[in-house]
């Protein structure tokens, strides 16, 4: 195992209720690395979070392990058939309300 999918399940564990059902498969392709995240469909929503705040800052912190092994790492969540987790219809996301949130100045100046 790699250190960025060693990374990812020891996080997802931890905040999941069946942590015996956690599984990160890990993909290497011309853009990247890609990790594939199956797990409980009832812990669904403890891996998104309120308005995908958890999943969020999990990407940023995959993105700096990455970083730090000169990687570009995804993070991909394989949502199972009767998941918790139900996306609004309704709530727009824009890129800019998103970047509004996500403090990246500790990596800003990374050298890739």
């Known amino acids: 195992m ?4 060693e990374f990812i399940e020891f ?5 999941v209720n069946n942590p015996d059902e956690v599984k990160a498969t ?13 797990l409980n469909p009832t812990d669904i929503g403890y891996v998104i979070g309120r308005r995908g705040n958890t ?28 998941s918790q987790h139900r996306r609004p219809e309704s709530t727009p996301t824009t890129t800019s309300s998103v970047m509004e949130d996500v403090d990246t100045s500790a990596i800003d100046n990374l050298d890739i």
């Open 2 to 5: 790699v250190q960025d999918q």
């Open 11 to 15: 996080v997802i564990r931890a905040i």
């Open 26 to 38: 890990r993909t290497v392709d011309e853009r990247g690395v890609l990790i594939t995240l199956d």
């Open 55 to 82: 999943v969020r800052a999990i990407r940023t912190l995959l993105k700096v392990v990455g970083a730090k092994n000169n990687a570009l790492v995804n993070l991909k969540i394989n949502e199972p058939e009767g």
